[in-house]
């Protein structure tokens, strides 16, 4: 299926953190740290970032998270090969655009932000979008014909618009049988490649 969407030169939407980035396990770590909380517990019970929230052993989550997070995802790792993948779809023609939920709540200025973090990483893109809370409208606005994430919720939506949708393996959605999946950057590479 994705080979023959591919064949086609599309408008490609791919979240960020835990799509292209290694977001998970850096803000687990410092969260349970920061809180004194069982860092292991959260990842033993594979829990999502919606654990913290409302959580009475989270007090002032909102205030940590827009106070933490810049600094915590300023030097995140990239998922591996996701550079190579992402200027392979540019050099062949595809469009790519960043498509986070990142927003006011949680960065000073997500737009900036993130936008500086992929000049600082050298990735390609056509466009970002910041502050998207339902990507399956916004995606459906903006003509997407692919789209890539780690959120089941984000991907339903999206689905749910008639969007081709890759669900990014993380541990948090390994139990999801409802979406093809991409587990690493390398089977992208090896798509496009055939094509």
Do not use: W
Not at 14 to 32: A, E, G, P, W
Not at 104 to 131: G, S
Not at 146 to 162: A, H, M, Q
């Amino acid at each position: 299926m994705l080979q023959e969407i591919l064949k086609d030169k599309i408008t490609i939407g791919i979240d960020i953190d835990d799509t292209i980035t290694n977001s998970y396990n850096k803000i687990i770590d410092y969260t349970c740290n920061y809180y004194n909380y069982d860092k292991d517990y959260v990842l033993n019970n594979k829990l999502t970032y919606d654990f913290f929230v409302n959580n009475e052993s989270f007090p002032n989550y909102e205030e940590f998270v827009f106070n933490n997070y810049e600094k915590i995802l300023y030097d995140v790792e990239l998922k591996e090969n996701v550079k190579e993948a992402l200027d392979l779809l540019h050099d062949m023609g595809y469009k790519i655009i960043f498509i986070t939920a990142r927003n006011d709540k949680e960065y000073k200025d997500p737009y900036k932000y993130t936008i500086d973090y992929l000049k600082r990483n050298n990735i390609y893109y056509d466009e970002v979008h910041t502050n998207i809370l339902d990507k399956g409208i916004f995606c459906r606005e903006h003509n997407i014909s692919l789209f890539i994430d780690d959120s089941i919720n984000n991907c339903k939506k999206v689905n749910n618009e008639g969007i081709y949708t890759l669900l990014f393996t993380n541990i948090y959605n390994e139990h999801c049988n409802s979406f093809d999946r991409l587990n690493n950057y390398d089977e992208l590479i090896d798509i496009i490649k055939t094509l």
